[in-house]
């Protein structure tokens, strides 16, 4: 093993978490390592894309882009075997002292198993991106279900995830803003 990686086995395993377990899916259910890819890939596509004409060979860029990639490999990690598991974001929502102690244990999840380091996305602004990321790849799980028939996640999930959206939209880059309202019209378009 290497000696910065001393927790493969337990970093592996946080991919293998379930997501959505409170609600019916189709087909099969989410893991973790799925959603962080679907993140991954949204965040290439809103900010490597656009921003890497720019770049022109900063180092600042690309350390920045890395730190943006790192944080969303490693922002749901916590959730393994020995974690916290997937809490719903609308459980946090619904009650902020639930948000605040899994928060505190994922941090110390985080220190114990080696990647409190990863997970630093290092600017506010990635913050903001991760948390961007993590909306829009809930938006497009829901609109995958909602295109196999699934109507029961859409209706319960979809007016709080619109709410999430809006209270972000101020904050919103151009590219963030157009790929929301895309899929906002798509699934609105589906549901009819």
Same mark, same amino acid.
């Given at each position: 093993?290497? !000696?910065?990686?001393?927790? /493969?086995?337990?970093?592996?395993?946080?991919?293998? =978490?379930? $997501?959505?377990h409170q609600w019916p899916m189709c087909h099969r259910q989410q893991t973790v390592a799925e959603h962080t890819f679907n993140m991954l890939l949204i965040s290439t596509h809103l900010y490597f894309?656009?921003?890497?004409?720019?770049?022109?060979?900063?180092?600042?860029?690309?350390?920045?882009?890395?730190?943006?990639?790192?944080? +969303? /490999?490693?922002?749901?990690v916590a959730e393994g075997r020995r974690g916290t598991s997937d809490v719903s974001a609308w459980a946090k929502? $619904?009650?902020?002292?639930?948000?605040?102690? +899994?928060?505190?244990?994922?941090?110390?999840?985080? =220190? !114990?198993?080696?990647?409190?380091?990863?997970?630093?996305?290092?600017?506010? $602004?990635?913050? $903001?991106? =991760?948390?961007?990321?993590?909306?829009?790849?809930?938006?497009?799980?829901? +609109?995958?279900?909602?295109?196999?028939?699934?109507?029961?996640?859409? !209706?319960?999930?979809?007016? =709080?995830?619109?709410? #999430? #959206?809006?209270?972000?939209?101020?904050?919103?880059? #151009?590219?963030?803003?157009?790929?929301?309202?895309?899929?906002?019209?798509?699934?609105?378009?589906?549901?009819?």
């Open positions: 093993m290497l !000696d910065n990686q001393p927790n /493969l086995e337990a970093w592996i395993n946080g991919g293998e =978490v379930q $997501r959505y894309a656009t921003s890497a004409k720019w770049a022109d060979g900063r180092e600042d860029y690309f350390a920045e882009m890395l730190a943006l990639q790192q944080a +969303i /490999l490693f922002h749901d929502r $619904r009650s902020p002292h639930i948000k605040e102690s +899994i928060s505190w244990a994922e941090a110390q999840i985080a =220190v !114990d198993f080696g990647f409190d380091g990863w997970i630093n996305p290092y600017s506010n $602004r990635n913050e $903001r991106r =991760v948390k961007m990321c993590d909306k829009l790849e809930l938006m497009w799980t829901v +609109i995958s279900q909602l295109q196999l028939g699934n109507t029961i996640i859409f !209706d319960a999930s979809w007016p =709080v995830i619109i709410e #999430m #959206m809006e209270e972000m939209k101020s904050d919103m880059e #151009m590219n963030e803003l157009k790929l929301y309202k895309e899929w906002r019209d798509r699934a609105n378009q589906i549901r009819g």
